[in-house]
């Protein structure tokens, strides 16, 4: 019988040998883009790769999925390190096709 233990609210040790939670990754500051409208068949690759085509330095590309039927939701992120570079992408890139959408 599981009397509470389970593994739910189990403490188990971090890599420093400690029972506190790990620290995140400090990332530094990220300035992201909502991309939306996206072709179902556009995924991560399609998105840095037709970005960094145009000439922004993309730190990152993520198009998200539903979690049950693994389809696309039809929108995704983009990452950059700078705040200008991502408003330069804003203006110029706002409302342009990618995969035929």
Do not use: H, W
């Not at 990332?27 to 998105?47: C, W």
């Not at 992120?77 to 570079?85: A, H, S, V």
């Amino acid at each position: 019988m599981n009397r509470g233990m389970g593994p739910s609210n189990m403490i188990f040790a971090n890599q420093n040998g400690t029972n506190s939670p790990p620290v995140k990754r400090d990332r530094g500051t990220q300035y992201s883009l909502y991309i939306g409208n996206l072709s179902k068949e556009t995924y991560d690759l399609d998105l840095y790769k037709f970005f960094s085509s145009k000439g922004y330095r993309v730190q990152s590309a993520k198009v998200m999925f539903d979690k049950d039927t693994n389809k696309s939701l039809g929108f995704g992120y983009l990452n950059f390190i700078d705040e200008e570079e991502s408003k330069r992408c804003m203006e110029e890139m706002n409302n342009q096709n990618i995969n035929g959408k």
